[in-house]
């Protein structure tokens, strides 16, 4: 029941805490460490390459390096330091209060909502109506469901059938991986080729299982036929899963002007439709720690 408890720790701390500051955040250690990646250089792809495979390699070194000095030390301090290792790499109640401020915000202040967004998704809000800040908002909540906590839940689980060390290594390794693809994964920068395509293949199995949380959330099985549907217009191989499910359950209309549409004959999202948005991926991710906790304690301890 040992890897159980670090994910039950996990869970704590995000609820206590929500996130560091960024200055005392790990995760922003290592974007400064990749960085020096984003500039100008003669071979990008083969750059991209070498730091795609050796910098989360790193991350996941150091993080696994750290979890068997403390379960040698003692089991229970083995324990406490996977679960603040896997805290770290997750990001679930500072992401679902962001959604809900910004869709707030737009019957207030639309501006002000704009300005928000940028804390949630990259895109230019400056001519985003409300609806559209909103969809803006709830896609956002429900594709970083996936990415900050249904993969390294899930990669941090499938470790712990080996160790609680190897389980917070690869949570380390998928959130490095995400990361980098988050500060490079453009098709306006050549050495974020590999970072994406790294990115788009480790989140293959975190998307759709996204999606199924948020079936089972929402209790509507049939989104996960429409989110079916409506992938192929999405970019992305893997966040229109997600959205498109959590689209399909509560029938609003989610899009990105001038990219995709999802659920095209819905309305955009209301304040209230926002918050039930919301409320459901909460109950997803919530889902997604049981499920990991689970799967966890089904395997072998605190063995180094």
């Keep these: 029941m040992l890897g159980a408890g670090a994910v039950g720790l996990a869970l704590a701390l995000d609820a206590a805490v929500g996130e560091p500051p960024t200055s005392l955040h790990p995760v922003a250690w290592f974007g400064r460490l990749a960085a020096p990646l984003d500039r100008a250089w003669v071979r990008p792809r083969l750059v991209g390459l070498v730091g795609a495979v050796a910098l989360p390699l790193l991350a996941a070194g150091a993080v696994g390096g750290l979890v068997v000095v403390a379960t040698r030390a003692d089991s229970l301090v083995g324990v406490a330091a996977a679960g603040v290792a896997l805290f770290l790499t997750t990001s679930f109640?500072?992401?679902?209060?962001?959604?809900?401020?910004?869709?707030?915000?737009?019957?207030?202040?639309?501006?002000?909502?704009?300005?928000?967004?940028?804390?949630?998704?990259?895109?230019?809000?400056?001519?985003?109506?409300?609806?559209?800040?909103?969809?803006?908002?709830v896609e956002s909540a429900a594709e970083n469901l996936a990415d900050g906590l249904v993969a390294p839940l899930l990669a941090f689980a499938l470790g712990a059938q080996f160790s609680l060390a190897v389980g917070a290594a690869l949570a380390a390794w998928v959130k490095a991986v995400n990361t980098m693809d988050s500060m490079l994964g453009y098709r306006s920068k050549p050495v974020g080729w590999a970072p994406a395509r790294l990115d788009d293949l480790v989140m293959w199995a975190p998307a759709r299982a996204s999606a199924v949380l948020l079936a089972v959330a929402a209790m509507a099985p049939g989104a996960l036929t429409a989110a079916a549907r409506w992938v192929r217009d999405v970019p992305s191989p893997n966040s229109g899963w997600p959205m498109g499910a959590l689209a399909a359950a509560l029938d609003v209309r989610l899009e990105k002007p001038g990219v995709y549409v999802l659920n095209g004959d819905a309305d955009l999202p209301?304040?209230?439709?926002?918050?039930?948005?919301?409320?459901?991926?909460?109950?997803?991710?919530?889902?997604?720690?049981?499920?990991?906790?689970?799967?966890?304690?089904?395997?072998?301890?605190?063995?180094?």
Aim: no cysteine.
């Design 93 to 137: 109640r500072t992401l679902l209060s962001t959604a809900v401020a910004v869709s707030a915000a737009t019957d207030r202040d639309l501006a002000s909502a704009r300005d928000e967004l940028r804390a949630l998704a990259g895109r230019d809000a400056a001519s985003l109506s409300a609806g559209q800040v909103r969809s803006a908002a």
């Design 270 to 304: 209301s304040v209230a439709t926002a918050r039930r948005a919301v409320r459901t991926v909460a109950v997803a991710g919530l889902l997604a720690y049981v499920a990991a906790a689970v799967v966890a304690a089904l395997g072998g301890g605190v063995s180094v």
